[in-house]
């Protein structure tokens, strides 16, 4: 998977482009239910005995697991505690029943992820009594108890992987009883999935169910027939789960970077077995790991979008390097939807695109023309992030306000979304096409775009330009309301435009209430500048790479728009 990137990946198409919405897909409100009742048949009798059959005696290989793990969290394992993302776990008594976990604790231990950082300490005599003793503390909870709650599509694909490249960590027992019971479990999971990986929702969750398909054919004895039948449905997923550049269909940086990981594991089956995987395989590897950096800020972690979390650079540096994939940053996402600008010291990745599909996205976000800045290794404006992480204190009303526009740096109108969410949890209408216009020249470099998605409602078009200059030192933006033409007649509404600040940001206000001085905490001093709107300075909060939330403030334009519209200036300069 290594080689010099691609010619184009970092190439800019300038000019003008129509950005729409995509055409809905995925599964319909019925196959959701159809779906939901073949989940409750796995409890039965029936879908027990399809899950009989000859089991193997071994693995045919073990392959590596490309991605290094965290050795602070594998001592702690190894002291009697697991830890993730701001929530812990005991080791003794563990039992794998979910309870008192959130959604994202509980992924993490199901798909046995933490395999990885035991691995990462290279000691086996001492790590693998503790992960046998995980194992039969899981094999004795779920094993037999075929449920939603570890037995999910993606789940059991991500633990095939990680069971196959930790195999000598949950294998090393001289009790044969044990090693069978493991092996048998294997052979279940993959026959399980081949039954229900096409009831997977599209997307990455997909591709990870299929994944865990191939692998169990790549690994076990005369595999061959599950193998060509897994890479079949791969075949598919991949094409359902990717757009053309390289991202992830419902839009998340976070998703993204699940999925590299998945196709890097499975790359390394296929090595393990000198195997050369299914063509649209690597050409999705190689698109999407520039795709992934051109979403990385200036401190090496992750953009928050669709509420994903702000991976951290550590994490984002292992998910790349054990890729295998050599590329600059993607800058411009035609498909994706993210545009970067990158010079100097600071970075931006703007929003230009519709919202994913309702059906293919949980959490998604009414985020559109909103954007994210840093300078080096600090974040000056940044989005709240977060809603999709699962993470403890995710209720759901706070779930619901990290979606809105206004957790997103953008504008709002009439303190409404820019693209509705329903009470339900699924997106609406709202934007359904971006008109888009990037420039680059001496003088810096240039994007206006503009959304349609208070058009219907309020009669008003959205258009952000923003303008960088060739050092970085100058960011210039233009927010403009306009009357979009339509048969509904503009009507007066405010509006609210918020630059939600970094955690580590002091924000004083300038004596004429127009402007204010963002003091980064051991960095620089960034003086703002408006014109059209009242300026005030509210509180804010940020949800951090391991899911915690940091109190941070936000600056926020308002006014309001008369039927003609209304115009909103505003300029960031580096000072010193």
């Known amino acids: 998977m290594s080689g010099e990137p691609p010619a184009d990946s970092d190439s800019i198409e300038v000019g003008k482009r129509l950005v729409r919405a995509r055409a809905a897909s995925g599964s319909s409100l019925g196959e959701r239910l159809l779906n939901q009742f073949y989940r409750f048949t796995w409890r039965t009798p029936l879908h027990a005995f399809r899950l009989r059959g000859r089991y193997p005696l071994k693995l045919v290989t073990v392959p590596e697991d490309p991605v290094s793990g965290n050795a602070e969290r594998g001592r702690e394992m190894l002291e009697g505690m697991i830890r993730w993302r701001g929530e812990a776990q005991e080791v003794e008594g563990c039992s794998f029943t979910g309870e008192g976990w959130s959604r994202g604790f509980a992924d993490y231990m199901q798909s046995f992820a933490w395999l990885r950082d035991l691995g990462a300490l290279n000691d086996r005599a001492a790590t693998a009594p503790l992960a046998e003793y995980l194992m039969r503390a899981w094999l004795a909870a779920h094993a037999e108890n075929i449920s939603d709650t570890a037995w999910r599509g993606d789940l059991c694909g991500k633990r095939i992987l990680y069971w196959a490249a930790h195999a000598p960590l949950i294998l090393s027992s ?15 999971t993959a026959r399980h999935l081949e039954r229900a990986a096409d009831r997977v929702p599209i997307g990455i969750a997909r591709v990870e169910a299929w994944a865990g398909i191939v692998a169990a054919g790549l690994l076990m004895p005369g595999g061959e027939p599950r193998r060509t039948f897994g890479e079949s449905g791969l075949q598919k997923a991949l094409g359902g789960a990717f757009t053309s550049d390289g991202g992830s269909v419902c839009r998340s940086p976070l998703a993204l970077a699940d999925g590299i990981i998945t196709l890097s594991m499975l790359a390394k089956v296929y090595e393990a077995r000198r195997a050369q995987p299914i063509t649209l395989m690597s050409d999705v590897l190689a698109k999407s790991v520039p795709a992934l950096q051109g979403a990385v800020m200036g401190d090496g972690g992750l953009s928050s979008w669709q509420g994903g979390l702000p991976l951290q650079k550590a994490e984002v540096d292992a998910i790349v390097r054990g890729s295998g994939v050599r590329a600059r940053p993607l800058r411009q996402a035609r498909d994706w939807g993210y545009q970067r600008l990158s010079s100097g010291d600071t970075v931006l990745v703007i929003d230009t695109a519709p919202p994913p599909v309702s ?56 303190d409404s979304n820019s693209t509705s969410i329903h009470a339900d949890g699924s997106l609406g209408k709202g934007v359904e096409e971006v008109e888009l216009d990037r420039q680059e020249a001496e003088a810096g470099s240039r994007i206006e775009a503009s959304h349609n998605g208070y058009a219907k409602r309020f009669g008003f078009l959205h258009t952000r330009s923003l303008a960088m200059s060739p050092d970085g030192r100058e960011l210039r933006g233009d927010d403009v309301l306009l009357p979009s033409g339509r048969r509904r007649r503009p009507q007066t509404s405010t509006f609210a435009i918020r630059f939600h600040l970094g955690p580590n940001v002091e924000v004083s206000p300038t004596a004429d209430g127009s402007g204010a001085l963002l003091r980064i905490s051991e960095g620089a001093l960034w003086q703002f500048r408006s014109h059209g709107g009242g300026l005030s300075i509210e509180d804010s909060l940020w949800i951090d790479g391991n899911g915690r939330m940091r109190p941070t403030q936000q600056l926020v334009i308002s006014g309001e728009a008369p039927p003609g519209g209304a115009s909103v200036s505003w300029a960031l300069r580096r000072a010193g």
């Open 174 to 188: 001289t009790d044969l009883v044990y090693r069978s019971t493991v092996l048998n479990t294997l052979a279940r």
């Open 359 to 414: 059906r293919l996205v949980e959490a998604g976000c009414a985020s559109t023309l909103g954007f994210e800045m840093s300078d080096g290794a600090h974040r000056l404006i940044v989005n709240c992030g977060g809603a999709r992480s699962g993470g403890p204190g995710m209720v759901p009303a706070l779930v619901q306000g990290l979606r809105t526009t206004a957790a997103h740096s953008t504008l709002t109108l009439a």
